[in-house]
């Protein structure tokens, strides 16, 4: 197998790490949900504790959210347990402590949470909280993956893909199954993932225009990376015709999130641009503001808390 981890990594923004936090739909009815966790419901304090966790849709609180979190948890919530398990895991607004994290999580997947049994896989594989066994850990990892968890797909793809700093043998062809299975389903990083395996032939048969179709998928949902694979591909004319007025878009469109491969190729190239091309690319990013992705926590997979309260989340 080629040894490019370090390509990979500036391509890819890799590797993604541990356990991590998933979306959310919609901005929540505070005071509602504060009302209906006062009176009981267990249900609401978990979906309000989630909301000041990821603090995305309302301020971060994460003293609300582990209190919040941990009453619905010892109310059997099956959610809360996995989400509460992912604080005392994480360290969010309370010493860390892996093993009883650990063991809030495992519970959760007990019970039926697939994004608990993810969190249970990773940290089983990276020997978090709990012994290291990195075979038993790619098997629950798979389990999330096969129940239909979009983030577990892609968690599997990128473990196939890096290797898992040693910890899983590497295979593109597995790789590349699970990562299409997952860009399939829309997830950004994974369209990101198959784009570059067909534009180098990684696991997958070299097909630039397939490559270009799926850094395209991923650079509307705002990837980075995609942004800058995708202006280089349009600038370059492969895979397709070329499209300067789009390359210039897109590769500025990365550079202004920071990417460091769209910097880089934009300031080789932004010479060769004409006055009309630069004006033209200028005036589409006025009109049409270039895709952002709704957070900017990570470049990759690794749910932990999902949106609804029983069953898989995808």
Do not use: C
Not at 20 to 27: A, E, F, R, T, Y
């Amino acid at each position: 197998m080629r040894r490019i981890n370090l390509w990979r990594s500036v391509v890819l923004g890799l590797s993604l790490g541990a356990i991590s936090l998933p979306g959310m739909d919609g901005v929540p009815d505070v005071a509602g949900l504060r009302q209906k966790a006062a009176a009981g419901s267990a249900e609401a304090g978990y979906e309000l504790g989630r909301a000041f966790l990821r603090g995305e849709e309302v301020p971060r609180n994460l003293a609300e959210a582990s209190t919040l979190l941990r009453s619905a948890a010892e109310s059997g919530h099956v959610e809360a347990m996995g989400a509460y398990g992912f604080m005392l895991a994480r360290g969010l607004g309370m010493e860390a402590n892996q093993p009883v994290g650990f063991d809030w999580i495992r519970k959760s997947a007990e019970a039926g949470s697939v994004s608990a049994l993810l969190n249970q896989g990773i940290m089983t594989m990276r020997g978090q909280g709990v012994s290291g066994d990195p075979v038993a850990g790619m098997v629950l990892m798979k389990q999330a993956a096969e129940r239909g968890s979009v983030e577990a797909q892609a968690r599997v793809a990128e473990a196939y893909f890096l290797g898992e700093d040693g910890l899983v043998a590497k295979s593109e062809e597995e790789a590349a199954r699970w990562a299409q299975r997952a860009a399939e389903a829309g997830h950004a990083w994974s369209q990101n993932l198959v784009g570059t395996m067909k534009e180098h032939g990684l696991g997958l048969s070299r097909d630039l225009a397939g490559a270009r179709g799926f850094y395209q998928r991923a650079a509307e949902q705002g990837n980075a990376k995609a942004q800058a694979s995708l202006g280089r591909l349009l600038h370059n004319e492969t895979g397709g015709a070329a499209d300067r007025i789009g390359a210039y878009y897109w590769l500025k469109a990365g550079a202004e999130q920071g990417e460091v491969t769209a910097r880089n190729f934009f300031s080789e190239v932004e010479s060769g641009f004409t006055d009309d091309e630069r004006a033209a690319g200028e005036q589409r990013l006025r009109e049409v503001p270039p895709p952002r992705p709704r957070s900017v926590r990570r470049g990759g997979p690794g749910p932990a808390i999902p949106r609804e309260a029983s069953g898989p989340r995808q």
